[in-house]
C-alpha cells in the first residue's frame, strides 16, 4: 500500500488528505504531520476569538470546488444559522473559529467513516517535520520528526502555510522585553498590560485588525497605535454591482504597463460610473494566476516593487461592519493610524518606545507601548523560515526560492523544482508557500482547488500537466464581487 505524507495541517494539508480518500480507488496510507496550530484549523481558523471574522462570504467558502454549496449546507445545520432564510446564510461573514469546526468536521468524517473500513487511512501526527530524506533505493523519501519518529512515504506534499512575520528586531532586549510580541498568532492575548496602557501595531493589513479586534472587544481603553509605510487599511467589502465590460480577452496576455493602463482606464470608467472600482481588481480574479505566470520575470518584480501594497489593499478586502468599527474608532481616537517607518526601537521599563519616522521627512515620533505586536503578516523568503525543514531542504537542494524569492518553486503540475531544475517525482507543495509562482494562493476559493487537483496528481502514476490546474472557473468565483 502506497503512502502519502502531508506536511502541515492547515486548510491545505487537511484538505488534501480530504481529497486524497474522495479520490484513491487503491488503498492508501495518507499520514498528515502538523505542529504548533491545530489540526483542521491551521493559522487562519485556529484562533478561539469570536471576533475574527472570515473575510469572505460563507457562499464563497466551500472547502470543495466541486460541491460549491457545501459550506452553507453546513452551516444550516448549525442552530445559530438554522432559522435564517437561505439568502442571509449565504451572504455572512462567519466567525473564523466556526470555519474551523467545518474544517475539523470534513476531516473527522473522513478519517472515521460511518459505512465500515475506510479504503483511505488517514493518520493524524502532532509533530514537526525537520527534514526531508530522499530514498537510496527505489522511490519516495523518509520524513524526518522532531520526535526522533519517521514516516517512510512514496510521496510528499509541503503545505507548511503562513509563517510567522519577520522579525522587526535582531536578537537582543527589545525582542527578549514582555512588551514585544513578535508572532501576531502567538498568544500575546494572554500577557497582556493594564487595558488603560497604549498599545502599538505593526502593520495596517487584515493581521492588525484581528488585533485591533481583539482589543476591543476587551474594552481597551489605552489608545491602539497602527503604523505602516502607507497607512492604509483593508478596504470594505460591497454588493450590488457588476461591471461586465471587463476585464477584455487578451488581459491574460498583458504586459504590466499595458495591464496597469487598462485598469487604470476601467477604474476611471467606473468611477465615473458611481461605483467601487474595487470591482475591477474583483473581476481580475479568475484571470489573476494565468496573468501572473504570463507575466515576464521582470514585471513581476516591478509589480511586487510598486504596485503589490495597492493591490492588496483592494484585493483583500474585510466584512463591512469590520470596516465601520475600524472607522468609529479612529475617529473617537481609540486607534491612531500612522504612515511612516519604524525607526529605532528601545526599552524603557514596562513599555517599548518605539521613533516612527513620518514619510514627508518630518521628525520622528516617539511611540510608547506597553505591548507591541508584530503585523506585518507572513515571512515569504524560504531562507528565512525559522523551521528546520526549509533550511534542511534548502541545504539538500531539494527545493530552490522562485525568482522573486517569496517561496519555492515548482511546476504547474505542482512537483518542486530542486536546486538543479528538476522536477520532482516525490516532493509536492501547495499553498501560500507557491506565492511567487502564482501570486493569487492564498484564499479558499484558490486552495479547494489545489488542494483538489493536487490530490489527483500525486495519485497518478506520472504527475502529468493540466493546464488549469489551480484555476476555478469563473462560474465557481461569479458570486464574489457582486
Ligand atoms: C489570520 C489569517 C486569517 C485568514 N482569513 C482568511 C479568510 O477569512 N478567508 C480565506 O479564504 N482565507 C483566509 N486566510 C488565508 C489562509 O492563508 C488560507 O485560507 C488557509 O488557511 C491557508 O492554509 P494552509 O494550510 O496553507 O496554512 P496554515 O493555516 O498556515 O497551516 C499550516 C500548518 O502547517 C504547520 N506546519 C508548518 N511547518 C510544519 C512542519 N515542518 N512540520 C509540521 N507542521 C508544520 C503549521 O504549524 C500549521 O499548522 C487567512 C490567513 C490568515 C493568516
Redesign the pocket.
Known sequence: MKTIAI???????TMTAVNLARLSIEALRVVV?????PTGR????GTTHPEHL???VARNMSAFPDLPAHFVDWLRNRCEFSDLPLAEVREQFVP?RVYGDYLQDILFWHAHPVAGPARVGIELVED??VDLEPASVGRGARVLLRSGDAVDADRVVL????PAPHDLVPPGPVRDHPAYCGNP?RGWQDRLPDPGEDVLLVGTG??MI?AFLTLRSLGWRGTVHAVSRTGLLPLAHFKGSDYPAFPPESVETMGLRELADLIEEHCTIVRAAGMNPAIVVDKLRPYTQRIWRNLSAADRKAFSRHYRTRWNVVRHRIPPSVAAMMADAQEAGRLVVHRGKLGALRCEGTRIVAAVEPGDGGPPRALAAALMVNCTG?RESPADEP?A?MRNLLGRGLVRPDELDMGIEVTPDFAVVDREGRPSDVLFAI??LLKGTLWET???PE?RAQAHRVAGVVLSARPRLQPDWAQETPENLVEYYI
Do not use: H, I, Q, S
Request: overall charge negative; proline content about 5%; some cysteine.
Open positions: 506536511v502541515g495541517g492547515g486548510f491545505c494539508g504531520v502538523n505542529d504548533r496550530f491551521g493559522v487562519a481558523y472570515l473575510n469572505v473564523r514537526e517535520v503545505a507548511t502555510g503562513n498568532w487584515l493581521t484581528d507572513p523551521g525543514l499553498g501560500p492564498t484564499a479558499v486552495l
